[in-house]
């Protein structure tokens, strides 16, 4: 079992910069890669950006060259800079174990608005 826990959201004025963490607990060990996807309501969830154990990482088109993925053992963390009002939604921390169990946090809720 892994448990996911995310800090960091709020609210940020267009242009702005925020840094979400996420700290894992539990069977860190198993842990193949941790990733960052969002959510607003009436669309599907997408992914952001994503970091393999190997230091891999995967940006989706619409952050790429604004937001930094990085991790440090049991904590994950989202550098997003230049934030749009589009960023706007509820970002959430994934991990994926090595027995391809899927786990998920709660969520944390970015507002990008002036």
């Known amino acids: 079992q892994v448990r996911l826990v995310e800090s960091g959201g709020g609210l940020v004025q267009p242009g702005g910069s925020l840094r979400l963490s996420c700290a894992a607990s539990?069977?860190?060990?198993?842990?193949?890669?941790m990733g960052w996807y969002r959510q607003v309501p009436g669309k599907e969830r997408e992914l952001v950006a994503r970091?393999?154990?190997?230091?891999s990482t995967n940006y989706a088109d619409f952050v790429k060259g604004r937001f930094t993925i990085s991790r440090d053992k049991n904590l994950g963390y989202l550098q997003m800079n230049s934030l749009k009002p589009e960023d706007t939604a509820v970002y959430y921390c994934?991990?994926?174990?090595?027995?391809?169990?899927?786990?998920w946090g709660k969520g944390t809720l970015v507002t990008v608005s002036s």
């Open positions: 970091i393999t154990n190997s230091g």
């Open positions: 539990g069977s860190i060990f198993s842990i193949n890669a």
């Open positions: 994934n991990a994926v174990t090595r027995y391809a169990m899927d786990y």
